[in-house]
């Protein structure tokens, strides 16, 4: 028997999410199975608990979107690739158990130097940095990085400043505004508890407007953003952390291009050739440093409500990491 975490119906997540014994099947035609070593919790897996998506999330369901795992048996027709292999599954929902049946086409290769907690947390932030980064910052430009402290906000200042950006750093609180010490200028950080934003973001770009703006909170703070670009700058929408629907900008800055930047479609449209180079490169950046995350604290499976509680935490240091195995 093995324990997994389980979501029956939607909700405030460290409400309604259970653990229970379970038995793992064997794995199908084209599947693995893979003992799971460490998962990542996510805003996207607390707002897919809270039932932000039901139409593509069938009840009940095991969350985690982001975790490493070893494959421990491969399913009869499964060819290229071996038990003992160190894999992240992506495409699906389910890291959050101990033992996961995953398709072996949605296995990718974990780089060995990086150990288990940064693997479990290679893909979804340091793939949407790089990408984001690199589509819509252009060397010079004037950017604005809002929930900067956040894990991804951070990652964006460290390869936009990389790509000779000096990105003007937003967050709400001094907790945020620890977070960035030694990452960017503290000239360059403006805090919304403390400073009104529309007109520190003006002083920040000499009343131009910033070119592009990486936007992650929503709501009235995101369409202040808006509200501010340059003529014709991009705003590129990636999160509601506010909870609040962004305000749609065509209504009152119709110059402006919005991208709505989803991982999970562009992951899904991809091939796996170029999949697989993006995820070597995220991860490869992990190693490094310039992707990597702090983490806060790590709970076994059985404590999983109180690791959801720690995720909803304001000021909370870094990312909160699940040991299934502990
Ligand atoms: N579209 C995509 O493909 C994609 C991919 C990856 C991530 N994301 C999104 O990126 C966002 C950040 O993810 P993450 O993993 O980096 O988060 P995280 O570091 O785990 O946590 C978010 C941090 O943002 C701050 N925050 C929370 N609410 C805020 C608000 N209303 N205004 C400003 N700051 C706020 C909090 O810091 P303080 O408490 O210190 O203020 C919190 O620690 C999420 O919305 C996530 O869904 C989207």
């Not at 799971?36 to 139409?55: E, H, K, L, R």
């Not at 977070?179 to 400073?195: H, N």
């Not at 700058?233 to 110059?255: A, C, I």
Request: aromatic residues 6%.
């Amino acid at each position: 028997m093995a324990l997994r975490a389980v979501v029956r119906s939607f909700g405030p997540a460290h409400r309604v999410v259970e653990v229970e014994e379970y038995a793992p099947p064997p794995p199908g035609p084209g599947q693995v199975a893979l003992r799971m070593t460490a998962a990542a919790v996510n805003p996207s897996d607390v707002v897919t608990i809270a039932g932000a998506y039901p139409s593509r999330t069938g009840l009940p369901f095991v969350p985690g979107y982001e975790g490493v795992g070893v494959v421990e048996r491969v399913g009869p027709d499964v060819a290229d690739i071996a038990p003992g292999a160190r894999v992240l599954p992506l495409g699906s929902a389910g890291a959050w158990q101990q033992v996961r049946t995953a398709a072996a086409r949605w296995c990718f290769p974990v780089l060995p130097e990086l150990d288990d907690e940064q693997a479990a947390l290679a893909y979804v932030n340091p793939l949407t940095a790089v990408l984001m980064a690199r589509g819509y910052g252009v060397p010079g430009m004037r950017a604005v990085v809002d929930a900067a402290g956040s894990a991804i906000g951070r990652m964006l200042l460290r390869l936009l400043s990389e790509s000779g950006c000096a990105p003007v750093a937003v967050v709400r609180s001094a907790a945020g505004r620890a977070r960035l010490a030694g990452l960017v200028d503290e000239s360059k950080v403006v805090c919304t508890e403390e400073q009104e934003l529309a007109p520190a973001i003006d002083a920040h770009t000499g009343g131009r407007g910033p070119a592009v703006v990486f936007d992650a909170v929503g709501g009235e703070q995101g369409a202040a953003l808006a509200r501010g670009l340059a003529h014709g700058g991009t705003f590129v929408h990636y999160g509601l952390l506010s909870g609040v629907p962004l305000p749609d900008p065509s209504r009152y800055r119709p110059d402006v291009r919005l991208v709505l930047f989803r991982l999970r479609d562009v992951v899904h449209r991809a091939e796996r050739p170029w999949l697989e180079r993006a995820l070597a490169e995220a991860q490869g950046l992990t190693l490094d440093g310039e992707t990597a995350s702090p983490v806060a604290a790590r709970y076994p499976l059985a404590e999983v409500r109180r690791a959801l509680e720690h995720e909803a935490t304001a000021g909370r240091t870094g990312k909160v990491l699940l040991l299934p195995q502990a």
